[in-house]
């Protein structure tokens, strides 16, 4: 098995369960709810119970190396690689369909409200819901 040096970075047990975990989660484009990860994982014919997918996503967060988020309406938990920058998605109400927006549209907002109230921002996301074209399309 090789040796994800990640997990060696921030004192994580190298195992296949983890490894094949964080490969999922590497090859979506979008974050993932751990109901995804699992029947990715049995698509690779491989024996893995929901609950220790959500115990390796606790480990996996706790040590930073992916962040949890709820980007859909039924408050389901998402899970995305933590790429140390932040991410912003438009979310269509009735596909589920999310796109990633690139850029953000409140670094100068974000300096501004610092100057302004000398509060120290550390973070921030932006999930906007609506209709993707296609949904659209369709109900016209």
Do not use: W
């Not at 979008?30 to 014919?45: G, N, R, S, V, W």
């Not at 040590?63 to 988020?69: C, E, M, P, Q, R």
């Not at 302004?116 to 921030?124: L, N, P, R």
């Amino acid at each position: 098995m090789k040796q994800n040096k990640l997990f060696f970075n921030v004192g994580i047990k190298n195992t296949k369960q983890r490894n094949l975990v964080y490969d999922i989660l590497h090859q979506s484009s979008q974050p993932i709810t751990a109901e995804e990860i699992f029947l990715k994982y049995q698509e690779l014919d491989e024996a893995i119970s929901l609950s220790t997918i959500y115990r390796i996503l606790d480990l996996f967060s706790t040590k930073g190396l992916i962040i949890k988020t709820y980007i859909n309406e039924n408050t389901k938990a998402c899970f995305i690689i933590n790429h140390h920058d932040h991410k912003h998605y438009l979310i269509c109400k009735n596909c589920k369909k999310v796109v990633e927006i690139d850029g953000c549209p409140f670094t100068t907002y974000e300096k501004e409200l610092e100057e302004k109230t000398s509060f120290t921002i550390q973070g921030h996301k932006l999930e906007l819901f609506g209709l993707c074209g296609g949904c659209k399309d369709s109900l016209l």
